[in-house]
């Protein structure tokens, strides 16, 4: 059964860094494109980025919101894809999920989120 | 940009049949797959039409997809609603390797 769990929200400063984890069990994690989509409050599902398997050349994409911002990696020794966040803004606060990322045919498997809220 | 608008909420009463839209804002809808996820509070999204019409195992045939090139569109149509149908529904497509979601649509049974 394929898992993916999402760890590492919390509450933020203006300007702050956090660092978000997946942990994927389940399927081959090194083969997988993964991705991560958000969802601020009383908003829709938001693309934040992806990065692509490294037989595929591990290359990332990011939305333009957070380009320059956000970086994705993997680490397939241990089955975890990780968001860094930094010069967070108040409107990055939105439930962050990863998910299986199929490159053109949309996203198979999600987690169940966590929560990141930017605010002084 | 390439932007897909749906509707911002339908109802509809227990049995009766609904259909979202998604109309791409430019180019060609046709150009790339769109899929169509279902999330309810709480819960993870979870997909229920891929490459524009298909259904992954375990989705009931109520639900179906299509495209109208036309009108540059695409359709999610649930029949037969039952209460637990209520959910809010996302399409989703690309603009070129970027990932384009709806803004969603709100399906409530009345």
């Known amino acids: 059964e394929v898992q993916l769990v999402e760890s590492g929200g919390d509450l933020v400063k203006p300007g702050g860094s956090l660092r978000l984890s997946c942990a994927a069990s389940g399927f081959t994690f090194s083969n997988a494109w993964m991705s991560w989509v958000r969802q601020a409050p009383g908003k829709g599902l938001e693309w934040v980025g992806r990065?692509?398997?490294?037989?595929?050349?591990?290359?990332?994409d990011y939305a333009a919101p957070v380009k320059g911002r956000f970086t994705i990696s993997r680490g397939d020794s241990e089955n975890t894809l990780y968001l860094q966040m930094n010069s967070l803004k108040t409107e990055d606060t939105a439930l962050y999920y990863c998910s299986t990322d199929s490159g053109l045919l949309g996203f198979d498997y999600w987690g169940q989120g966590t929560l990141v809220t930017v605010s002084s | 940009n390439f932007m897909l608008t749906q509707p911002h909420s339908v109802s509809e009463s227990p049995g009766k049949t609904v259909t979202i839209s998604c109309t791409g804002s430019s180019g060609s809808i046709t150009s790339n797959y769109v899929q169509w996820y279902q999330h309810r509070p709480g819960s993870a999204p979870t997909t229920v039409i891929y490459?524009?019409?298909?259904?992954p195992s375990g989705v009931p045939d109520r639900f179906s997809g299509s495209i109208d090139s036309t009108s540059n569109s695409a359709s999610l149509t649930i029949s037969g609603l039952k209460t637990e149908d209520e959910a809010d529904y996302y399409c989703q497509s690309y603009d070129n390797s970027n990932v384009v979601f709806g803004g969603g649509t709100k399906v409530t049974v009345l």
């Open positions: 490459e524009d019409s298909q259904r």
């Open positions: 990065i692509k398997s490294k037989i595929d050349g591990g290359t990332t």
